[in-house]
């Protein structure tokens, strides 16, 4: 497993970008996928994306025309900027170590998450 | 509406065995490898069970996974107290070409 620090800000004014980024503090970002999960107050979880360290991307069909994730392999850390956002934004997001890739749910490491507020 | 489909709650006394069941189609489930979540309130899921029926390092053995078609199931045997928490199924959606998650599960120790 790796350690996974979340960052970014709690609250995002609607229409705005929800930026927020995962710096591994142990590990090394240059193997494995790396996702961007969410889960709104009292529901379930949302896969949003992922990305390899390559820079390729695969993003979850409902949001792909709002969201960009991104890695810097020199900070060992990856991001997420998610667009317009609304109120049916507001959730917890957690990144997390996905293993396998394709075909694979294999979520094993997760950050402490980031309950983020889209309100004005 | 999720793509999987778990009961909403299950409850049990310390001590019985508990089953949780994860239904999806032949895109998900019967095709690729179920994973199993643990989460407790405010904090992050935990992988409990992978490729159906692996557990990490560190899990008890009392956690088990299970796949037969298109239907998933973890049982938890000997349950105690600490096990109240909300679980989840997850596998890849060949249709949608990413990861799903069931709707989740509160388990109540009685």
């Known amino acids: 497993q790796v350690q996974l620090q979340q960052s970014g800000p709690g609250l995002v004014k609607p229409s705005e970008t929800l930026s927020l980024t995962c710096t591994l503090s142990t590990g090394s970002i240059s193997s494995y996928y790396w996702s961007w999960i969410r889960q709104p107050p009292g529901k379930g979880l949302e896969w949003i994306g992922y990305?390899?360290?390559?820079?390729?991307?695969n993003y979850s069909p409902s949001l792909k025309s709002r969201v960009t994730i991104s890695v810097d392999t020199s900070k060992n850390q990856f991001s997420l900027n998610l667009r317009s956002v609304t109120a049916a934004d507001t959730a917890v997001y957690y990144c997390?170590?996905?293993?396998?890739?394709?075909?694979?749910?294999?979520?094993?490491?997760w950050g402490q998450g980031s309950l983020v507020t889209v309100s004005s | 509406q999720s793509v999987l489909t778990q009961p909403p709650s299950a409850s049990a006394t310390p001590g019985q065995r508990v089953t949780i069941s994860c239904s999806g189609s032949?895109?998900?489930?019967?095709?690729?490898?179920v994973n199993w979540y643990q989460q407790f309130p405010g904090t992050a899921p935990k992988l409990l069970i992978y490729d159906n029926h692996q557990r990490p390092s560190g899990v008890p053995d009392r956690f088990s996974g299970s796949k037969s078609g298109t239907s998933a199931s973890l049982a938890i045997s000997g349950l105690q107290s600490e096990d109240e928490a909300n679980y989840y199924c997850a596998v890849w959606d060949d249709s949608l070409n990413g990861p799903v998650f069931g709707g989740g599960t509160k388990l109540t120790v009685l």
């Open positions: 997390a170590r996905e293993l396998g890739g394709t075909y694979s749910t294999n979520f094993d490491s």
């Open positions: 032949s895109s998900n489930v019967e095709t690729n490898n």
């Open positions: 990305i390899y360290y390559t820079g390729s991307t």
